[in-house]
């Protein structure tokens, strides 16, 4: 596609409920990172790809965040028994190679009750 | 670990005068990338520019120039002639050039918001 492209653009939960959001990132784009952007903050890393693994997942705040990447295309990026610190804006970004700027979606944001 | 720091939460400025956003950071290491992006209402983050540390001149794209200073670790955006549709949140972001598992990670500060009045 032209541009980072993330599913849904806005997403209302249920605390304890599961979610998914979806990213699809530029074609021929090897490497995807997801962020989280809290109120009134900056985008925090939680995990990069390079190709269908991940290369750093350091940034996910415990196990009840996870991502994948199958096919080294489309991301997903997982998250188990809400909470409702978990409300944020979750930004995908990817990059071709391993140098040359980054372009980033327009991000979804999770709202969980 | 690498820090960056952006003292400003919000500023403005008025349609077509010029203004400067800080951003300070903190690191060991000597080469490095910095970046200014733009977040307006949509959420997309939009590179405005970019400078490596390796470079002595301060970058420039159009109306947007940076001041560069490695030894005080201050990377400034500065704005001139300003436009309304300048209006939106400001991020300073590091990379470090280390190519290891976090390859081309962005750390970021927490954003400057800038208003223009007409």
């Known amino acids: 596609g032209a541009g980072v492209s993330q599913t849904p653009s806005n997403k209302v939960t249920e605390k304890g409920k599961y979610v998914e959001l979806r990213c699809d990132p530029i074609?021929?784009?090897?490497?995807l990172y997801w962020y989280r952007q809290s109120l009134g903050q900056g985008p925090e890393f939680l995990i990069y790809?390079?190709?269908?693994?991940?290369?750093?997942d350091s940034g996910l705040p415990n196990d009840r965040f996870f991502a994948v990447r199958p096919e080294g295309s489309v991301s997903t990026l997982k998250i188990q028994r809400t909470e409702r610190g978990d409300s944020a804006v979750y930004l995908c970004?990817?990059?071709?190679?391993?140098?040359?700027?980054?372009?980033f979606g327009e991000g979804s944001r999770l709202t969980v009750l | 670990a690498q820090t960056v720091t952006q003292s400003q939460p919000e500023m403005s400025v008025q349609e077509a005068e010029t203004v400067t956003l800080s951003c300070t950071y903190d690191?060991?290491?000597?080469?490095?990338?910095l970046f200014w992006y733009k977040q307006p209402p949509s959420r997309q983050m939009i590179l405005v520019i970019r400078?490596?540390?390796?470079?002595?001149q301060n970058a420039t794209e159009n109306r947007f120039s940076v001041n560069f200073q490695k030894a005080a670790k201050s990377f400034s955006l500065k704005i001139s002639d300003s436009q309304l549709g300048d209006a939106a949140m400001y991020f300073c972001?590091?990379?470090?050039?280390?190519?290891?598992?976090?390859?081309?990670?962005?750390?970021f500060g927490k954003g400057t918001k800038l208003s223009v009045k007409p």
């Open positions: 074609s021929g784009h090897t490497a």
């Open positions: 970004a990817s990059r071709r190679g391993g140098t040359g700027e980054l372009f």
């Open positions: 690191t060991s290491e000597s080469d490095y990338y």
């Open positions: 790809f390079q190709g269908t693994g991940a290369a750093d």
């Open positions: 400078q490596e540390a390796y470079k002595q």
């Open positions: 972001a590091y990379r470090s050039p280390n190519y290891g598992g976090s390859q081309g990670n962005l750390i």
